[in-house]
């Protein structure tokens, strides 16, 4: 079975200050890991994802992540705040190979401040 | 430009109503998912679709049931509505079977009276 914990539901940053949002996840088999983003009043967009191959992955608007499989985690992080990232971020877990569905997490809201 | 569209932003009905939300995509999309969400739980999966006529439980189908006679429309019932069905329900669509990208609607807030 599949599972996901984003640590931290609210994290508040200064604009131009790092972003880190924290999820690790549980899978059965090497598992496929998104990050998705919603903005105020929006369906959830695709923000970056990992399949196979490099660990570091790049994203849209900045953001990029990286698999850590000893660590079961996938962080996402930007390295200087805008604005505009202030937004409900939700990590996904579904496993490689075969039909599958994705699990996501609770979401973490952002705050960015002036 | 890809677009899910679902049939109402805010939807407030009776408790015991049945209840429709529509979902259509433009994207000949196969796999098409019911999710919803609250606060602090974060999307949780009713029912998906990865064909027309063909159907399978998420992980909180109970109260609910789905259909899907067309490709590019999949519904979702509240056969009798409760007061804790009130929630956000995003409906998603994604092609092949990694579903490796999830296109979104932009929800519609169910309030249960």
């Known amino acids: 079975a599949q599972s996901v914990t984003q640590l931290g539901s609210h994290v508040s940053v200064s604009e131009g200050a790092l972003v880190l949002l924290r999820c690790n996840y549980s899978s059965s088999v090497p598992p496929y890991l998104f990050w998705y983003v919603q903005y105020p009043n929006q369906g959830l967009q695709l923000l970056l994802k990992y399949t196979t191959g490099a660990t570091l992955v790049k994203g849209i608007n900045g953001f990029e992540a990286e698999f850590k499989k000893s660590e079961t985690s996938f962080h996402l992080t930007k390295p200087s705040a805008h604005m505009s990232d202030a937004a409900e971020y939700f990590c996904?877990?579904?496993?490689?190979?075969?039909?599958?569905?994705?699990?996501f997490g609770a979401g973490t809201r952002l705050a960015v401040h002036p | 430009d890809v677009k899910v569209t679902q049939s109402s932003r805010y939807l407030v009905k009776r408790t015991g109503e049945k209840v429709f939300l529509e979902c259509v995509q433009d994207m000949d999309h196969e796999n098409m998912f019911w999710y919803r969400q609250d606060p602090g739980l974060g999307l949780r999966l009713i029912y998906f679709s990865y064909d027309v006529k063909m159907k399978e439980k998420g992980d909180i189908p109970e109260g609910y049931s789905v259909s899907r006679e067309k490709k590019e429309r999949f519904s979702l019932i509240l056969e009798s509505a409760s007061t804790n069905q009130t929630s956000m329900y995003l409906c998603a669509s994604a092609q092949g079977a990694q579903n490796e990208k999830l296109f979104f609607g932009s929800g519609t807030q169910l309030s249960v009276l």
């Open positions: 996904a877990v579904s496993p490689s190979g075969g039909y599958n569905k994705l699990i």
